[in-house]
C-alpha cells in the first residue's frame, strides 16, 4: 500500500514538476526573443541618436531635420514595441528601458528646440554638447542591462549572478 502510495505521489510530483519547468521554459524563451528585438531596436535608435546628436555630418548624409525624424520614428518604434512586450521583461529591466525611453525622449526634445530650432543663437553650443555628453553616458548603461538579461534569459549563470547581485544592492539602497 505505501509502494502505491509513493508512487502516485512521485508521479503527481513529477508530473508538476513537469508543467512548471515547460512553463518556465517558454517564459525564458519568449524573454529571450522580446530582449533580443528589443536590443536591435536600441541599437538602431542607438545610432539614429549618434548620427543626429554629433557635431560632424559626413558628406550625403540628411541633414539633421531629417535625421531628427529619423531618430524620432525610431524612437516610436521601439516604444511601441516595448510597451506591447514589456510584460515578458522583469519588472527591474522594464523600470530600466522606461526610464531610459523618458531620458532620450527629452534629449531628443532638447536637442530639436534648443539646437535645431533655435540655430545660431546664443546657448545652442553649450546645450548641445550637454545633451551629446548625457548620451554618451546612458547609451551603453540600457545595453548592458539589455545584454545581461538576455544572457540571463538564456542560462548564463554569470548573467544570473550579475542580475542577483543588482537586485540585492537596489534594495539596500531603498
Keep these: 500500500m505505501t509502494e502505491v502510495v509513493v508512487t502516485v505521489v512521485g ?6 514538476f513537469g508543467r512548471w519547468q515547460a512553463e518556465h521554459e517558454r517564459l ?3 524573454r529571450a526573443e522580446v530582449i533580443a528585438r528589443l536590443f536591435e531596436c536600441v541599437e538602431d535608435l542607438d545610432q539614429k541618436c549618434f548620427s543626429l546628436f554629433h557635431w560632424l555630418d559626413s558628406g550625403g548624409e540628411p541633414d539633421k ?22 510584460i515578458w521583461l522583469t519588472p527591474r529591466t ?7 525611453l ?4 527629452k534629449s ?3 536637442f530639436n528646440y534648443e539646437v535645431i530650432g533655435r540655430q545660431h543663437q546664443l546657448g545652442e553650443v553649450e546645450k548641445w ?4 555628453t548625457s548620451y554618451q553616458k546612458e547609451s551603453p548603461e540600457i545595453r ?5 538579461e538576455f544572457r540571463a534569459a538564456l542560462g548564463s549563470w554569470r548573467a544570473r549572478l550579475t542580475l542577483l547581485s543588482k537586485e540585492i544592492s537596489s534594495y539596500r539602497t531603498k
Design 11 to 16: 508521479a503527481v510530483l513529477l508530473f508538476l
Design 28 to 30: 525564458y524563451e519568449r
Design 108 to 110: 531628443m526634445s532638447e
Design 144 to 148: 548592458q542591462t539589455l545584454e545581461t
Design 129 to 132: 554638447h550637454e545633451i551629446w
Design 102 to 105: 523618458n531620458r532620450y525622449k
Design 94 to 100: 522594464s523600470a530600466q528601458v522606461n526610464d531610459f
Design 65 to 86: 531635420p531629417q535625421k531628427a525624424k529619423l531618430a524620432a520614428d525610431s524612437f516610436n518604434e521601439m516604444q511601441g514595441y516595448y510597451r506591447r512586450n514589456s
